[in-house]
T-cell receptor
Framework: EDQVTQSPEALRLQEGESSSLNCSYT??????LFWYRQDPGKGPEFLFT?????EEKEKERLKATLTKKESFLHITAPKPEDSATYLC???????????WGAGTKLIIKP | NAGVTQTPKFQVLKTGQSMTLQCAQD?????MYWYRQDPGMGLRLIYY???????DKGEVPNGYNVSRLNKREFSLRLESAAPSQTSVYFC???????????FGPGTRLTVL
């Protein structure tokens, strides 16, 4: 069964304290892995797509990496405005159906 | 561009009542999706429409119906609401050029 697991469920950091969020997956054939950010009361906002092991994408303080079993979202020197829930999803078919993880709630304290 | 819009933003229903959630996108996207989001769980796909005129079931279609009215609009109908359908509902669209989906602001539905 296709499955996506995110850890930790919640992460509290001090401003400037770098860390990583994990997304592990078991799928029959990975067609793409997506990272989204979700603020309270809003819809998910697209961040990155990764397609093959070894691929990396960066945007401001965020960097996403991909291996054959998991993806990491590295956050460097975070600021309070980076506080949000980060969602990971994998594409499982040609119709771009996505299997979603439950998310990691990131809180950055000033 | 407004992107993906959803109405209403909030709704309270009694068990057995029906309602339709509306979704529209102005990005000329081919594919549209309806998800529900429950605490502690990932987004779950209810129905999707790969292109105008087609709809398919997702992971949790029971109790729902959809209509792809035209390329812009994709509605979700609850014929007889149940408390288990209390959730936040998101509509999304995808261009066809890439896999990323663009989401609306959501509808928070409570069924009493």
């Amino acid at each position: 069964e296709d499955q996506v697991t995110q850890s930790p469920e919640a992460l509290r950091l001090q401003e400037g304290e770098s860390s990583s969020l994990n997304c592990s997956y078991t799928v029959s054939g990975l067609r793409g892995l997506f990272w989204y950010r979700q603020d309270p009361g809003k819809g998910p906002e697209f961040l990155f797509t990764l397609y093959s092991a070894g691929e990396e994408k960066e945007k401001e303080r965020l960097k996403a990496t991909l291996t054959k079993k998991e993806s990491f979202l590295h956050i460097t020197a975070p600021k309070p405005e980076d506080s949000a829930t980060y969602l990971c999803a994998v594409q499982v078919d040609s119709n771009y159906q996505l299997i979603w993880g439950a998310g990691t709630k990131l809180i950055i304290k000033p | 561009n407004a992107g993906v819009t959803q109405t209403p933003k909030f709704q309270v229903l009694k068990t057995g009542q029906s309602m339709t959630l509306q979704c529209a996108q102005d990005m000329n996207h081919n594919s549209m999706y309806w998800y529900r989001q429950d605490p502690g769980m990932g987004l779950r796909l209810i129905y999707y429409s790969a292109s105008e005129g087609t709809t398919d079931k997702g992971e949790v279609p029971n109790g729902y119906n959809v209509s792809r009215l035209n390329k812009r609009e994709f509605s979700l109908r609850l014929e007889s609401a149940a408390p288990s359908q209390t959730s936040v509902y998101f509509c999304a669209s995808r261009s066809g050029q890439g896999g990323e989906q663009f989401f609306g602001p959501g509808t928070r539905l409570t069924v009493l």
